[in-house]
């Protein structure tokens, strides 16, 4: 069965630090989907990155960066120089291509707890 | 703006009372999910709707009752309710069909109150 685990239940720098958040997964199939999801006081929740289990390139965009690691089953995010804006919950998430195919063509997404980040002017 | 609207934004309701959340999506999706998030837990998937038609209930509580009426609108109708139901109510769309574009989108949620 698949499940996502973020151990850090809440964190808090002081704006302009780097930050990172933790995600570790577990999954039996080859071809997975991860996902990060950012959840502002508003309470939507706000799409960050999709990434296929083939493709373990870093990928950077702007502020933010994400690390794959199939190797420890891990997808990290880390935001570089924090700002008060970035103070929200974070989700990492993971969808399974063979639940894909079962669930009548829609994903199923397994969700972490979520981090809360707090940025601390 | 996720183009995903979700109303209200704040509910408080009786144990008693008979109320209904309201999702609608502007991106032309074809598939629309019901999630549940409670504190200290993971997202809980309720339902979800391909085309109108229900493909998945996730073994939710008949006090909950979905309605799809098109590929734009989803409700969830609420009928005697307990206080555990208390939670912040999250639709999704997404596109159908196609994994290699297959991303939900969110709403900001209805959270609801049950005394």
């Known amino acids: 069965a698949q499940k996502v685990t973020q151990a850090q239940t809440e964190i808090s720098v002081v704006e302009k630090e780097d930050v990172t958040l933790d995600c570790v997964y577990e999954?039996?199939?080859?071809?997975?989907?991860l996902f990060w999801y950012k959840q502002p006081p508003s309470g939507e929740l706000v799409f960050l990155i999709r990434r296929n289990s083939f493709d373990e390139q870093n990928e950077i965009s702007g502020r933010y960066s994400w690390n794959f690691q199939k190797s420890t089953s891990s997808f990290n995010f880390t935001i570089t120089a924090s700002q008060v804006v970035d103070s929200a919950v974070y989700f990492c998430?993971?969808?399974?291509?063979?639940?894909?195919?079962?669930?009548?063509?829609?994903?199923?997404?397994?969700f972490g707890t979520g981090t809360r980040l707090t940025i601390i002017p | 703006e996720t183009g995903v609207t979700q109303t209200p934004r704040h509910l408080v309701m009786g144990m008693t009372n008979k109320k209904s959340l309201k999702c609608e999506q502007h991106?032309?999706?074809?598939?629309m999910y019901w999630y549940k998030q409670s504190a200290k837990k993971p997202l809980e998937l309720m339902f979800v709707y391909n085309f109108k038609e229900q493909t998945e209930n996730n073994s939710v509580p008949s006090r909950f009752s979905p309605e799809c009426p098109n590929s734009s609108h989803l409700f969830l109708h609420l009928h005697t309710l307990q206080p555990e139901d208390s939670a912040l109510y999250l639709c999704?769309?997404?596109?159908?069909?196609?994994?290699?574009?297959?991303?939900?989108?969110f709403g900001a949620g209805t959270r609801l109150s049950v005394l």
């Open positions: 999954t039996r199939d080859t071809t997975y989907y």
């Open positions: 998430a993971l969808s399974e291509a063979s639940t894909f195919t079962t669930n009548f063509g829609n994903e199923k997404l397994t």
């Open positions: 991106l032309g999706h074809n598939a």
């Open positions: 999704a769309s997404s596109p159908w069909g196609d994994i290699a574009k297959n991303i939900q989108y």
